[in-house]
């Protein structure tokens, strides 16, 4: 099982921050504590790097996403837990996921860590598992030397422009308005328009 890259619990008012970082590589072994507000909800919280052990859980959160988020083959996960772990971590609740992030550090724009997919499973939305998973990566990234995360969602995903807004990214402005976001035409190629968001990242 792989080493967990942070752990916190639900249930008190105020998140609640501890950083245990051991080694030479920061980020890599980052060990934190969050608390978080929603009474009620006590269970712990691990943040894991994705593992190929956890691909098949992984494709069956993915489907949970639906109609924003499509799984992926087998094969598209293996390459993104054996590649790039670091940027793909899983919130663990009594040893089942709910919730995960897929993102890459650019390697054309190495100041940039890209956010492809996040998805909470539905019995643990609204309790900062996503808050949580951005935390890990933006901590990871920082350490790292990346400047920014950024990710896109689709102009009618009204839960995600929420989320994003709520957790510090900003919506860049684009060449047109959807029920208030701000929409990048054709960002995706002809047709696929996307909001897109950004958050800058400050060195540990
Ligand atoms: C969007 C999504 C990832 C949010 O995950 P989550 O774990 O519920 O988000 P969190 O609990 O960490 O919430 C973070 C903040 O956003 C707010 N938020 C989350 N969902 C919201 C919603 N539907 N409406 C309003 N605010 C919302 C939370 O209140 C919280 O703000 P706060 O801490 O200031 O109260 C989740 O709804 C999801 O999986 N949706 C389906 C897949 C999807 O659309 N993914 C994104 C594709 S781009």
Redesign the pocket.
Known sequence: MPKPMTSWSTGGHHHRRERNDRGTNPGRTALREHR??RPGHGAAVNIEPLSVLRIGEIIDLMG???P??TPRTWSDYWVYATLFSRTCPLAVIDGQI??AVIAFRSQDEPDDIY?Q??????A???????????DAVADHGAGQGVRRLY????PE????H??????GFTNIPGDRRVDGTSVVSDYKGPGRARAVYERTLRSP
Do not use: M, Q, Y
Request: proline residues 2%; positive net charge.
């Open positions: 978080i507000r949970t996403g639906a924003f988020i709910a919730g956010i997919e996040i998805v909470t499973h539905p643990h939305r609204r309790r900062g598992v996503t808050r949580a998973l951005i990710l896109t969602s689709k995903n009204h839960a995600a929420a989320a994003w807004t709520r957790i």
